[in-house]
């Protein structure tokens, strides 16, 4: 997902280097743009399948009957298969394939939309969330590095913005679908409608998106790459004719990258250690990058928004409506992202959203404390339920601006060419485990006090400030080459 004008490295350790891939003639540009957004409708499914959950939220405990407990499992549980998820794809990619891979995502997503949709218990819907995690976490690896391997050199930033672009879009438009489905049910998501509640439609709805998904992804052709890597040469010079066009040099380009490819060194978690606090001081500072990401509480937005909104005598209609709402700003934050990240550098982007988040969470922890009722029956005075709506929202715009799209960048870049993939694969690894803490433990928290949960929040965020102020540096302009 990382998103930059000058280089993208993919989440895996076979990705190709800035050479692999040349120029692009410009009646194939169109072309390369089909099968770039084909494979990035996996970040789309990745945005919506981790938040569509949102909407659902009131529906699943009245349900089941669950309390804060069990329901931040049956929420956070999906991330749980991501970590999985992620940690296969790669190598399954590099023994069958991207396409294959990409299939197998897309069955997955479908066969969790359906459990999901048709759960017997609580305990099974969490299951479902798992398989639907695992092809989330397929989805974070696959999309980046088939784009990578596919996208000429010139375009390859531009284009790998598809994928964190998709992303956002799935998160709004889970949201949008959130409160049509519960607006048709009138304004309930336990509503019915052809027989179903309208949270089962919610959550399984997203079997629509996943057939298209296994529909392009078996329309478009394999990595170059891949197939370079594994002798299918006549197949590999079919698509870079498709890609870069017939008058270009295919031997010459299979000799190249079958030269890349031949002095690959594959990283292992060996290489990472050195330092005084075991691993090598940039892994340490990639980690905290993305634990830091999560810290801010950014998923709880996502996840939880809905009936965060209930909780402060919203209905469920309307705070369906706010939710979809934050997304479209999240959308705006991230476009304003992409044209900023490469003129003014991804330290001050970083800073300045951190600055903003804290700030804005810091009014939000000003709002809630004056919040009365406990449970499901809280309610603010008007002007801090005011303060509280435009403070969350100010919250998702400085972090999409900033964070949700740097800390991806850096990730890609940041690392020596030496151990950049063990490096992500770590970096990676400790931001699930991050979400999964703030998913799974805001639901107890926010019954404890919203107020000081969001304070919480704004400390992480105000922190962040002294990290990246101390500890990150600067990757505008610097070749990957010449990490180190």
Known sequence: MSVTQQSVEPSGPSGPSEAETGPAPSGRLGFVVFITAAAALGGFLFGYDSSVIN???????????????????????????????????????????????????????????????????????????????????????????????????????????????????????????????????????????????????????CVVPAAVYFALASTIPESPRFLIAADRLDEARAVLADIEGRDSDTEARIAEIRGLIDSDHRPRFRDLLGGRFGLLPIVWVGIGLSVFQQLVGINVIFYYSSILWQSVGIDQSNSLLISFIGSVINILGTVIAILLVDRIGRKPLALIGSAGMAVALGACAWAFSSATGSGDDVTLPDLQGTVALIAANAFVLFFALSWGVVVWVMLGEMFPNRIRAAALSVAASAQWIANWAITVSFPALSRWSLSATYLAYAVFAALSIVFVARFMKETKGVRLEDMG
Not at 154 to 161: C, D, E, T
Not at 170 to 177: E, K, T
């Open 55 to 205: 909407g659902a939220v009131s529906g699943i405990q009245e349900k089941f009957g669950v309390g804060d407990g069990v329901t931040g499992l049956i929420v956070s549980s999906a991330l749980l298969g991501s970590a999985v998820g992620a940690a296969l794809a790669g190598r399954f990619a590099d023994r069958y394939g991207r396409i294959t891979v990409m299939k197998a995502g897309a069955l997955l997503f479908a066969v969790s939309a359906i459990g999901s949709m048709l759960p017997f218990s609580a305990w099974d819907l969490a299951f479902w969330r798992v398989l639907g995690g695992a092809a989330i976490g397929i989805a974070s690896v696959i999309a980046p590095t088939y784009i990578a391997e596919v996208a000429p050199t010139k375009y390859r930033g531009r284009l790998a913005s598809f994928q964190q672009a998709a992303i956002v879009l799935g998160i709004a438009i889970s949201q949008l679908v959130n409160w049509l489905l519960a607006d048709a049910a009138g304004g309930d998501t336990r509503g019915h409608l052809l027989g179903l509640e309208a949270w089962q439609w919610m959550l399984g709805i």
